[in-house]
């Protein structure tokens, strides 16, 4: 008698498990943790821009991959290189032949110091598929517009030179060329790659 | 086995009860106490056509709080219906699109902000009140209750039942 009760109290605590298992798993789909952009998903702006070794950068023709866009400058002593270590850090988490579908680029805010060759130099340090791109203030601003990057030197100047005020976040553009997701500066490495297991999916 | 049934009922009573104290102490706390408190949903702040204008005038646009309370796990929802994009701390969005942002931690922020004449938006990010804090609160001093009668119980003697005095 008892041992039959047992047996039921075990199966039964069992099913209620399982169950509980379930409705956990079910009722909580795998949801980006960056931020998301709702449908119909913004289209991200096209610009050109001419890279370190002459050739045409145009957005557009990296479609079919996703593009992590970044913009910072070669002198920053915080963000940039933080941000561009963890972006290298989330490539080298996905599985081998993942990190090829993805595309990260840097765009300077500080074109006065920051040559074609100075930010691709720069970037390749963290890795040699990054690119790095800049131009003359005036075919950069409407990018960081376009973007809605905020950008503003100070004035106050260190021994290493001025500083540049800007927004540290990573776009992610999807295979279709749209705007789908960015990450603040302060997002784990673990939550990118989750957001970009994701995308990869898609 | 007549002391094992005791014994048994004893313990299962002496959790029942544990288990009433716990609903008592956390569920009026809870219903007194946190009115506002609420499981995590979506919410949707809409910038209208027009509110760029209105703050460049320096006006608060009227259906935009300056402020507003959320609970962990809600995701704010900014749809942009003006013209021109708009910003809200690490949430960028084009005009005539929306974006939004999962609130993962309580907090209070003040968040730099395009739809305000002030650049500013505060808030307030509370802990949840989900079926875990109920739980929690019901088998946290419930079960703790419920052992210490159980344990009194044990201690007390076994009454002989009438046919064994027969």
């Excluded at chain 1, 289209?43 to 370190?52: C, H, N, W």
């Excluded at chain 1, 030197?153 to 290493?160: E, F, K, L, N, Q």
């Excluded at chain 2, 094992?4 to 106490?33: A, D, M, Q, W």
Aim: glycine share 8%; aromatic share 10%.
């Amino acid at each position: 008698m008892d041992r039959k009760l047992l047996l039921t109290g075990a199966i039964s605590f069992l099913l209620l498990g399982t169950l509980a298992v379930a409705v956990f798993i079910f009722a909580n789909p795998e949801v980006p943790r960056g931020t998301t952009y709702g449908e119909p998903y913004p289209p991200a702006k096209e610009f050109t821009l001419i890279r370190a070794d002459g050739s045409v950068f145009s957005l557009s023709d990296y479609r079919g991959k996703l593009v992590l866009l970044f913009f910072g400058y070669t002198s920053c002593p915080d963000f940039c290189p933080t941000t561009l270590a963890e972006l290298n850090r989330a490539l080298e988490t996905l599985q081998p032949g993942d990190a090829d579908e993805i595309q990260i680029v840097l765009i300077t805010v500080d074109p006065a110091r920051d040559t074609p060759e100075r930010i691709q130099d720069y970037v390749e340090n963290f890795n040699t598929d990054f690119i790095g791109l800049s131009g003359t203030e005036e075919e950069l601003a409407p990018i960081w517009n376009g973007y809605g990057i905020f950008r503003a030197i100070p004035g106050t100047a260190s021994a290493g030179g001025y500083l540049v005020d800007h927004t540290a976040r990573v776009t992610l553009i999807d295979r279709q060329g749209n705007l789908r997701l960015s990450f603040p500066s302060d997002m784990p490495v673990e939550d990118i790659v989750h957001d970009l297991k994701l995308m990869l999916r898609e | 086995m007549h002391v094992k049934r005791i014994y048994f009922k004893r313990i299962s009573i002496s959790l029942l009860i544990g288990l009433l104290f716990g609903v008592v102490v956390t569920e009026i706390p809870i219903f007194l106490l946190y009115k506002t408190a609420r499981a995590p949903k979506e919410i949707t702040l809409i910038i209208p056509k027009g509110t760029a204008d209105q703050v460049s005038r320096g006006e608060q646009p009227p259906t935009i709080p300056q402020n507003m309370t959320f609970v962990v796990g809600d995701t704010l929802t900014v749809k942009n219906e003006d013209i021109v994009d708009h910003k809200l701390g690490s949430l960028w969005v084009p005009a005539n699109s929306s974006a939004s942002l999962f609130l993962g931690e309580a907090a209070s922020f003040a968040y730099d902000c395009s739809f305000q004449p002030g650049n500013s938006f505060g808030m307030d990010v509370r802990k949840p009140l989900t079926w875990v804090t109920h739980l929690g609160g019901i088998a946290g001093p419930g079960i703790s209750l419920g052992i210490l009668i159980a344990l009194y119980s044990l201690a007390l003697p076994i009454r002989k039942e009438k046919n064994a005095l027969a």
